[in-house]
């Protein structure tokens, strides 16, 4: 097969339909933008004529994606009629296959969540976690009322990839692992549920719900660490979510540091719930059961402090590294903590970080992110609803 050249796309005409899609697009996202625009203000901000906004409008409106409030009055000249999204246009569901849980959860367009799922469980088995997936796919599909069923776009999925290559560090048997590895997992969900399936990175997907979370205007540039069981990690660079060719460029917490003492260490096992659970076993403290956002994490100093103070560390070292590659100013931290220990990171991560010798760029400012666990179903589930109706990618307008 003969390979596309990079400049190729830019060289060809749209085609007809891509056009009336990205025309269909851009009033969309007007008005999911937007406060309740009337026709003549989208038009204005799409840059659309009055007509083709119109003819647009009435279109999305007869696919249910868009509804018609009641006029504004009091205004002078004809009554503006406020267009919304309809948040029964479309439904998705997202889902997260963690190294140690499961959350699930369908939202519809409007980010109203119908119902939600999660399940934890000591390593991934493949078999346990896909029939959970299933079962709770299912059930999610009946959330939905009998007449709009045809209206889910699909099933999300953000996972770790290559899952079944570190599953081990888990105490995870060997056949588990490797039923990983020998497993498709998109084309499985999708016979057993029939509905279409994205796999995407648990990193990317995650930063992808933050950066819908960002409040207006979002930055165009930034770094998201996502503290889990390992650390999940995504970059958003010229307002685009950087995916990379396999779609795990934004690995950073694979990326090398050096820890308290010198020694070079992979920022995964040093910033990461696993670290921490290692920093209790050498400290002879018990490891808590269950979701870390039930631990009493006060009970377990000095560790809590000094893993927080070396986590913050490594994270402010890969910040300074990865602004020397892509330019940006904003870092958001986040995690499966309780919120007081994901705070106290957060700006354990900006002091580090402001200690940090700059050469050529200013030092990052670091926030804390908005969705902690519940990211990545939900930046799964959000990536469909944009891709099939905000994206005017080429590469979405099929």
């Not at 209206?151 to 048997?173: E, F």
Request: glycine share 8%.
């Amino acid at each position: 097969m003969t390979k596309r050249d990079l400049f190729h796309s830019l060289s060809t005409r749209m085609a007809v339909s891509g056009l009336r899609q990205n025309n269909e697009r851009a009033v969309m996202t007007a008005v999911a933008l937007g406060n309740g625009p009337s026709a003549a203000e989208v038009a204005r901000t799409t840059g659309l004529g009055a007509q083709t906004v119109a003819r647009i409008a009435n279109e999305l409106e007869s696919q249910h994606l868009l509804y018609r409030g009641e006029p504004r009055r009091g205004q002078r000249g004809q009554p503006a009629v406020p267009i919304y999204i309809n948040p029964e246009g479309a439904y998705s569901i997202g889902c997260e296959i963690g190294w140690r849980s499961l959350h699930m959860l369908i939202r519809n367009m409007t980010g109203q969540v119908l119902l939600e799922h999660h399940v934890d469980y000591p390593y991934p088995d493949s078999k346990f976690v896909i029939a959970e997936v299933v079962n709770r796919t299912r059930a999610m599909i009946e959330a939905v009322p009998d007449g709009q069923r045809d209206r889910i776009i699909g099933l999300g999925v953000a996972s770790p990839s290559n899952i079944g290559r570190n599953a081990d560090l888990l105490g995870t048997p060997l056949e588990v692992a490797q039923a990983w590895r020998d497993l498709d997992l998109a084309a499985h969900l999708h016979r057993e549920t029939g509905l279409e399936v994205s796999i995407l990175n648990d990193g990317n997907a995650a930063c992808w719900a933050e950066l819908a979370a960002q409040p207006a205007p979002r930055p165009a540039n930034m770094a998201y660490f996502l503290i889990s069981t390992f650390v999940g990690a995504g970059l958003i660079a010229q307002g685009a979510l950087w995916e990379g060719p396999s779609g795990n460029s934004a690995n950073l917490g694979s990326m090398l540091v050096t820890d308290r003492n010198g020694q070079q260490a992979f920022v995964h096992l040093i910033a990461s719930i696993f670290a921490f659970e290692q920093r209790l076993r050498d400290a002879g403290l018990a490891v808590p059961a269950g979701n870390p956002a039930e631990w009493d994490w006060d009970a377990l100093e000095p560790v809590t402090t000094d893993w927080i103070n070396d986590s913050a560390r490594a994270i402010a070292k890969t910040i300074t590294n990865t602004k020397a590659v892509m330019e940006f100013n904003l870092a958001v931290v986040d995690g499966i903590m309780p919120r007081a220990i994901t705070e106290r990171l957060a700006a354990q991560v900006q002091y580090q970080c402001d200690q940090q010798p700059v050469l050529t760029s200013d030092r990052a400012v670091v926030r804390l992110g908005h969705r902690g666990a519940v990211a990545p179903a939900m930046g799964a589930a959000l990536r469909l609803i944009f891709r099939r109706f905000y994206s005017r990618d080429p590469a979405d307008l099929v």
